[in-house]
Nanobody
Framework: QVQLVESGGGLVQPGGSLRLSCAAS????????MGWYRQAPGKQRERVAL???????NYADSVKGRFTISRDNAKNTVSLQMNRLKPEDTAVYYC????????WGQGTQVTVSS
């Protein structure tokens, strides 16, 4: 079955950076468009970035120019480099395929606060 394990979250001050990683298994990873999603308290989960099997990327307007998604098909991993973080980026971050499958990982908490 599909397993997704996110890591790399933490507490960071506004303007800081974090790099999230996701290890995927149970899927033919290299064939999948992968995405990073986030869910803030009291809000619906939203997709913030995606990367196609060919390396094409797309970002939500709220993170464009600050976040960069990448993938390593040899290692079945997808990463999210987050720069110039803002308090409104605070959320639990998840990876999944696009469109998302039924299985979600535990996510990784990102808190941006001074």
């Amino acid at each position: 079955q599909v397993q997704l394990v996110e890591s790399g979250g933490g507490l960071v001050q506004p303007g800081g950076s974090l790099r999230l990683s996701c290890a995927a298994s149970g899927m033919i990873f290299s064939f999948k468009t992968m995405g990073w999603y986030r869910q803030a308290p009291g809000k619906q989960r939203e997709r913030v970035a995606l990367i196609t099997r060919g390396g094409g990327t797309n970002y939500a307007d709220s993170v464009k120019g600050r976040f960069t998604i990448s993938r390593d098909n040899a290692k079945n991993t997808v990463s999210l480099q987050m720069n110039r973080l803002k308090p409104e980026d605070t959320a639990v971050y998840y990876c999944n395929s696009v469109p998302s499958g039924d299985s979600w990982g535990q996510g990784t908490q990102v808190t941006v606060s001074s």
